[in-house]
């Protein structure tokens, strides 16, 4: 039986090499790992394929970053074996920035410098591989931005850039200043409209994979508060036992049939639940089945 791992994708035509299944770490902090726990679990996803982490510089409260640095300094091999993303763009009040007075979001190219900073230091890398503007700014120069990102780049600190939840015209706009290589954005059986709205039919114009986040409705897929996840759980469950797998696994493959290609955020802390995502890169669900868990999406028939 062959090790079952993550492939591998090259997001864009000049884009980096990262594993399909990524490690989001957006919860880490909730998880209250040890740092030999950390490593452990990192260790774990690695034998798994999974070498790319997702990141934000807000994420646990401006402390995931560091959580992860402090996993790095105690195995230091480890963040060689890593692709790292993170984001930056949004501030808010907290402890750890106490000079941030007000909840904005903030694209200057002195704070998107400063923020790449801050995140080398907290993740105690050299570089990152790929920094993503977290929210879309409706004060967003993209001539600064562009300068911005020539820099860091220049600069080895950042080796890639992209953007989170742009519409596609955002996309076009900064694109069209600076070569961007994905876009992150929300998708699952519970929330399609990445599939509606153009996002996902721009990264087929420019061959691109777009990165994927809460593939799974944050576990609302499962909970059945609502009559759509009812009726998705109940199509899930049919496919997963025809399968002969997990209902979770049928749900990231749902999404991984997209010609796209995406990539796929994990957002847990169990090890079983990194390998159900792994295990959906080995699985194709044929049409009738993805149109069955699309039309228990809607709740209606397509047309």
């Not at 790449?116 to 004060?139: F, G, Q, T, W, Y």
């Not at 025809?242 to 493959?253: K, N, V």
Request: aromatic share 8%; proline share 5%; charged share 20%.
């Amino acid at each position: 039986m062959s090790q079952l791992l993550s492939p591998r994708i090259q997001i864009a035509e000049q884009g980096p090499e990262f594993s399909q299944i990524v490690l989001g770490l957006w919860r880490l902090s909730a998880w209250q790992m040890s740092v030999p726990d950390r490593v452990n679990f990192l260790e774990q996803a690695l034998e798994l394929g999974i070498t790319t982490i997702d990141q934000a510089d807000i994420y646990g409260d401006y402390t995931s970053e560091s959580l992860l640095g402090e996993a790095f300094a105690f195995a230091p091999e480890l963040a060689r074996r890593f692709q790292i993303v993170t984001k930056c763009g949004i501030q808010f009040q907290s402890a750890q920035r106490p000079h941030q007075t007000s909840h904005i979001y903030d694209t200057s190219a002195q704070h998107i410098t400063l923020s790449v900073e801050n995140s080398l230091k907290a993740m105690r890398l050299d570089s990152i591989d790929l920094l993503l503007i977290h929210r879309p700014d409706p004060l967003m120069d993209a001539d600064e931005m562009a300068h911005a990102f020539t820099r860091l780049r220049e600069g080895g600190k950042v080796k890639h850039f992209g953007v989170s939840n742009f519409t596609p015209s955002q996309f076009q706009l900064l694109h069209s200043r600076f070569p961007l290589v994905t876009n992150q954005v929300e998708c699952s059986l519970m929330q399609t409209q990445a599939l509606e709205d153009g996002s996902f039919d721009l990264c087929q114009q420019l061959k691109m994979s777009p990165m994927i986040w809460s593939a799974l409705g944050g576990g609302a897929l499962f909970e059945g508060k609502t009559e759509q996840s009812q009726r998705v759980l109940t199509a899930l469950t049919k496919i997963a036992a025809e399968l002969r797998t997990t209902p979770a696994t049928i749900a990231i493959a749902w999404l991984l049939r997209l010609p796209v290609k995406p990539l796929i955020l994990t957002g847990s802390g169990r090890v079983e639940a990194l390998r159900e995502a792994v295990g959906a890169t080995e699985l194709v669900l044929n049409r009738p089945q993805w149109f069955d868990l699309w039309r228990a999406s809607k709740g209606y028939d397509i047309p």
